[in-house]
């Protein structure tokens, strides 16, 4: 029987390896104290302050010996625990991120590196092994100089594609020393059929898989063995898509990748309050700060939204048993803050049901490249070129002197956050 992978001549060959540095804040802060990071008793605290803060990362040590993980609470910490929590400083990530980046550069040139998120990257040593070896020796180089260097433990998934690369890494790097493994096309029965829920595949949450489940997919064997064009007509492209990942087949390029995030997805702020907001007043205030930062972005980046959603999470579950719900709407193409924060505060309004309240996001998307200025026939027009022309004083003043440079004074009031978070690096202390 033909399968995917019947013609070797068809299949992408590249030589990939997908790098994680492990339990990386933890490890930072390990690091920085002089500690081992895999047998140090540390964790990253959202807020130290607060018992209610959020575990943002565990060392390797305190996730085995204690079952602590990201989004522990504090409040369910025990005292003969006596793990080290110490707050986050995003500053010094992202200086150790850089650092570590650095080192992988010296092992492909630019093109062949892609730096995925703060603690992960790809790279392409395919042209690379005259110099260093095969790619057992890379990966062991790589683990070695950043080691020695930075203090940090890296975990190195291998493959053909990035897909079996990342796959590699999740799936086995990750789980045991040395910290290396190479998946390949030939143990794709053994492998990546083997992963035990759809989730655990790259590319597949929960929305896909439990389409997926719909279908009659409870695997990703079942995955592999599904009717493509059944998959290709219900999901579109996706699915297709999906179906060939199952087969380990990945075409990307890491010379050809696309920008972590594309404009193509919109933009997004949200936060985790400091505590469950209940005043309908203070929410709407945070809404309107988040609604103030998403549209700066869209201005940024000369673009505007057609679509805005808030989403909002709950202290507990409801009535329902939701921890969150989420509503949009479609507006006429703008990115003014004035615009977004009437669009907010209309989605809250019609949508709220006196949920207390401890997440709130605010998203645009539908995205496009502003033409010209389209009037509102509903608005005055004065009233809308004086907020296009306040927004760019705004802009102007913020890009030469900082956010907090210039904030409306609503921000001095009870329950907002967003001076507070002035001096924060991904949302947290730098």
């Not at 409870?218 to 297709?240: C, F, I, P, Q, T």
């Not at 087969?247 to 920008?259: A, M, N």
Request: include cysteine.
């Amino acid at each position: 029987m033909s399968t995917p992978l019947s013609d070797p001549t068809k299949l992408p060959r590249h030589d990939v390896m997908c790098i994680d540095c492990k339990s990386f804040y933890a490890s930072c802060e390990a690091v920085a104290r002089g500690e081992d990071p895999l047998s140090a008793n540390i964790a990253v605290l959202s807020r130290e302050e607060s018992s209610g803060g959020l575990i943002l990362a565990a060392s390797p040590y305190t996730k085995q010996e204690y079952g602590v993980k990201l989004g522990t609470r504090k409040f369910e910490l025990k005292p003969a625990m006596d793990i080290n929590l110490v707050e986050p400083h995003m500053a010094r990530y992202i200086q150790k991120n850089y650092e570590i980046n650095l080192i992988y550069r010296q092992f492909t040139d630019d093109a062949h590196w892609f730096p995925y998120s703060i603690d992960e990257s790809f790279i392409d040593v395919g042209a690379s092994h005259k110099i260093f070896g095969s790619n057992f020796k890379i990966a062991q180089a790589i683990q070695k100089k950043v080691k020695a260097e930075t203090g940090i433990v890296t975990t190195v998934g291998m493959g053909e594609n990035p897909l079996l690369a990342k796959l590699a890494l999740d799936n086995a790097a990750k789980r045991k020393a040395p910290w290396i493994a190479r998946w390949t096309y030939a143990n794709v029965p053994e492998t990546i059929w083997k992963i035990p829920n759809l989730t655990d595949m790259w590319g597949i949450g929960n929305a896909y898989a439990n389409k997926l489940r719909s279908f009659g997919i409870y695997s990703v064997y079942d995955l592999a063995h599904a009717d493509v064009n059944m998959l290709k007509r219900r999901l579109g492209v996706m699915g297709e898509q999906l179906y060939y990942h199952a087969w380990g087949i990945d075409y990307s390029l890491l010379e050809r990748r696309y920008l972590p995030r594309s404009k193509s997805k919109g933009y997004g702020n949200s936060q985790v309050l400091m505590k469950d907001y209940t005043d309908s007043h203070e929410i709407e205030l945070v809404l309107r700060e988040i609604a103030d930062q998403v549209s700066t972005r869209l201005r940024k980046d000369n673009v505007e939204c057609e679509i805005v959603q808030i989403e909002i999470g709950f202290g507990e579950p409801d009535a329902k048993g939701r921890g969150h719900y989420s509503t949009q709407m479609h507006i006429q193409p703008t990115n003014s803050s004035r615009g977004l924060q009437n669009a907010v505060k209309y989605l809250f309004e019609k949508s709220w049901n006196k949920q207390m309240l401890r997440s709130l996001g605010v998203r645009a998307s539908k995205l496009s490249i502003p033409q010209a200025m389209q009037l509102d026939l509903f608005e005055d027009p004065d009233m809308q070129l004086q907020s296009m022309k306040l927004d760019t004083v705004i802009d102007k003043i913020r890009n030469r002197y900082g956010f907090k440079a210039l904030m409306r004074a609503s921000s001095l009031s009870e329950g907002a956050t967003a001076l507070a978070r002035t001096d924060l690096v991904g949302g947290h202390k730098a």
